[in-house]
């Protein structure tokens, strides 16, 4: 952790272990419920798992989240962000999003008052730029409303406290490029006093140009085709495409260009606009970043473009110090896996610079992992309560993401585990995560693992969670 001087727990009063900072909550694509200004109708967030397993209405949601020509051109007033996704969403596509209930619990009970934590809520469909003003003025008017606020005014009295409330930030995913963008905006980073990162995409990652494509060829099926033509309009969306050196071509690996994205489907100007967006913050620090990387978990690192469709590698490469790529003996790139959080590969999670704390973790889940909630704990009160040691039983988790109800699938389980001391866990996500099924992890893993075949009793939206002595590793899976 660097940066910051912890004192052991039982030194304090335990008022005062509470953060006395203001807490903005920055959720990632995805994570916003989404309402029509107009009708009041739910768009993102209703968690429609039987209606998605069931393919009913998918199209009709899908257009109504797609970026309209006025949208596009600024009037942004068709959609309103009304607040954290509060239970789990999932498409084609795109996989599922976990809920930031537990994040915004773990928060709260660390700051001094409720009131100090603001969840701040946006529409993801729109480029980082456009929130990042947003995101600016609801810190600082929250901050205001926190300094004069009953309750800090109460304790800096009972402790004799003069201290000043800064701001903290606590982003998941695309969040942290909305506080990195705002921290680029004259006078913002001032009052910042730490910012906590979990799995943000500093340098794009390849699931979001898999999205744009969306294919191997073959006609895609009617929901993964409304999603990807829905995906198209989104600057957002965009935004998150990989900025690394990504590409293979031959002997070389290059990086994307707009001419690359409208290959293989998507709009060239949307993805000319994204790359000049991330080039401008090419270099900003954040004060007092703590950047929590997920790894361990198969992920997509690397691309080849054939003929207008994306193939996707789960392996980089070797480079040396000064970020050069290195060579074997005939002149090929020297390739190796660096894993990720299944969705946001290792190093494209880090900042230059800036250390990471790794954790074991696919993408959606990182912010609702016990050791994730433990260091917002130790970012917002300056205590280590720690309960395990960051790194340990690395276990990788590789399930579909989406099944059919009633037939067997293979779930793949990697890293260091023993398989006797492994509890393979399947929840139904939608039912208050009631346990459906414990499959035994038996047998002995092989250089790719362990492979459990299962089945699911149903359709629905399900929560698949592997723990083998540290945090659980979980990820989400639709049947239909």
């Known amino acids: 952790m660097g940066r910051y001087e912890f004192a052991p727990l039982g030194e304090l009063p335990t008022a005062a272990v509470r953060g006395i900072d203001a807490v903005v909550i920055v959720p990632g694509i995805m994570g916003s419920e989404l309402r029509e200004a107009a009708s009041g109708r739910t768009i993102w967030g209703v968690g429609a798992a039987l209606a998605n397993a069931a393919r009913s209405g998918y199209r009709e949601r899908m257009r109504a989240l797609a970026v309209t020509p006025a949208e596009a051109g600024g009037q942004a007033d068709r959609v309103i962000a009304t607040r954290l996704l509060a239970v789990p969403e999932w498409a084609f596509g795109l996989g599922g999003v976990e809920p930031y209930r537990d994040l915004a619990r773990a928060t709260r009970r660390n700051s001094l008052d409720p009131d100090a934590v603001l969840e ?57 490029l909305l506080v990195r963008a705002m921290t680029m905006l004259d006078g913002e980073s001032q009052d910042v006093r730490a910012v906590l990162t979990l799995g943000t995409p500093f340098a794009g990652s390849v699931r979001a140009l898999e999205l744009l494509a969306n294919g191997t060829g073959a006609p895609l099926p009617m929901p993964a085709e409304a999603t990807r033509d829905a995906a198209r309009t989104m600057p957002g969306l965009y935004d998150l495409l990989p900025a690394y050196r990504c590409r293979v071509m031959g002997d070389d690996v290059v990086a994307l260009s707009a001419d690359d994205v409208a290959a293989v489907g998507g709009d060239p ?95 959606a889940a990182l912010a609702r992992t016990p050791t994730a909630l433990d260091l917002v704990t130790a970012v917002l009160t300056g205590v280590d309560n720690l309960g395990c040691v960051l790194g340990a039983a690395d276990v990788g988790l590789d399930v579909p993401d989406a099944v059919q109800a009633g037939q067997p699938f293979p779930i793949r389980i990697t890293g260091a585990f023993d398989p006797r001391r492994t509890t393979l866990v399947i929840e139904d996500a939608s039912d208050h995560d009631r346990v459906v099924a414990k499959p035994v992890v038996a047998g002995r893993p092989g250089g790719d693992g362990l492979v459990i075949t299962t089945g699911l009793p149903g359709p629905g939206l399900f929560r698949v969670r592997v723990a083998a002595g540290s945090d659980p590793v979980s990820t989400l899976v639709m049947a239909g």
């Open 120 to 176: 701040f809520s946006y529409d993801w469909r729109l480029s980082v730029e456009h929130n990042a003003p947003l995101l600016a003025r609801a810190a600082r008017e929250h901050l205001t409303a926190w300094r004069s606020h009953p309750a800090l005014r109460a304790f800096q009295r009972r402790f004799y406290d003069d201290r000043v409330p800064r701001l903290v930030f606590v982003a998941h995913s695309m969040g942290g």
């Open 269 to 363: 100007e949307l993805a000319k606009e994204a790359f000049g967006r991330r080039e401008r913050t090419t270099g900003v620090r954040l004060p007092n970043h703590v950047a929590v990387v997920g790894t361990s978990q198969p992920t997509a690192q690397s691309v080849e473009l054939r003929d207008g469709t994306v193939l996707s590698h789960r392996f980089g490469f070797r480079r040396d110090a000064g970020g050069e790529l290195l060579r074997d003996a005939i002149g090929r790139p020297m390739r190796e896996d660096h894993g990720g959080d299944g969705t946001v590969f290792r190093h494209a999670a880090r900042l230059a610079g800036v250390p990471e704390t790794p954790l074991a973790q696919q993408h």
